[in-house]
């Protein structure tokens, strides 16, 4: 089925208003843009470890309603409704007419994520054709809600240092693991088996997912939901001793899994971590430090920054 699109472009100042009027045109899906209060509750310095690049961009003194209407609906007549109450109310605004397919809705976003490079692994999403050269280690995945489509600086940091660490035969935590990308990665460079853990239980069923989709089994691969800051000691599983932890998160709580990572690792065991921004890496590097690691190498991409320490004795 095919749905008309009106959009309405109008600031910030006369949303609420137009949103009024849009919801009163008709009764078919609506959805709003409105980025005006971005980052507003957070230190400035603080906002891109937490919110997208592209997000960080988007013009926070404008918003846009999306309005989505079926045939029988009479789109054209919402329309003339619409421009006359807008008018009406004197507000400020474009409007624009356009159209999309109901099949659209699941399967439009597919088209922004293409195979990713980081070193000699690609992230190929599940549904793309991409033929691999003999030397590349492909991980085929699937998103889905969660964090680890390859194409986020920080995840291509943690990819590129787990290659120059990793040894085979280890055994490997994914802290935060989003879908699995570090630690299916891992396991096909030669992991000898990998724990991958995160507190969204949709994200580890997705990690899961994209393990079989590789064809891990729960014998190499073992998905846990579990929050250890606030169950500390409750997960088996996490207790190790891991010869390699990874953890994409952000400084802050890196920096409060400090003593687990510590306590997690083995003897000499390698500590990864990005997902830091560059402000905050000699913070990081620093409390790492006094919680007993020993600094190896710092990367950089983008403005953001990964680490990898060594736990020391």
């Known amino acids: 089925m095919e749905y008309t699109e009106l959009t309405i472009h109008t600031t910030v100042e006369h949303l609420e208003t137009a949103t009024a009027i849009a919801t009163s045109c008709g009764d078919g899906g609506l959805y709003i843009e409105d980025y005006s209060d971005l980052g507003a509750t957070l230190p400035r310095e603080r906002w891109c470890e937490l919110i997208d690049d592209q997000l960080l961009r988007q013009d926070r003194e404008s918003a846009c309603i999306h309005l989505y209407l079926s045939a029988a609906q009479h789109p054209a007549e919402c329309r003339e409704t619409l421009i006359g109450l807008l008018n009406a109310a004197g507000i400020s605004y474009t409007l624009e007419k356009g159209s999309v397919q109901d099949s659209d809705w699941s399967e439009s976003w597919k088209q922004y994520y293409k195979p990713e490079h980081a070193g000699c692994v690609v992230i190929r999403p599940s549904w793309h054709d991409y033929q691999p050269k003999p030397d590349e280690i492909v991980v085929d995945l699937d998103p889905g809600m969660a964090f680890g489509t390859g194409q986020h600086e920080s995840t291509k940091l943690c990819l590129l240092l787990l290659q120059r660490y990793l040894v085979a035969g280890d055994g490997m935590l994914d802290m935060g693991c989003g879908s699995g990308v570090l630690s299916v990665a891992a396991l096909k460079m030669g992991a000898g088996r990998a724990i991958a853990c995160d507190r969204d239980a949709d994200a580890v069923r997705t990690a899961v997912d994209n393990a079989i989709r590789n064809g891990l089994d729960s014998r190499q691969f073992v998905g846990v939901c579990a929050d250890i800051l606030l169950q500390p000691g409750s997960f088996p599983d996490l207790s190790g001793p891991f010869q390699i932890i990874a953890c994409n998160i952000i400084a802050d709580v890196i920096m409060e899994m400090s003593g687990f990572f510590y ?42 920054r990964a680490l990898a320490l060594r736990k020391s004795h």
């Open 263 to 304: 306590s997690s690792l083995s003897a000499d065991g390698m500590l990864l971590v990005s997902g830091i921004i560059d402000s905050r890496a000699d913070e990081v590097r620093e409390h790492l430090m006094a919680a007993g690691f020993k600094p190896v190498e710092a990367i950089s991409m983008g403005g953001w």
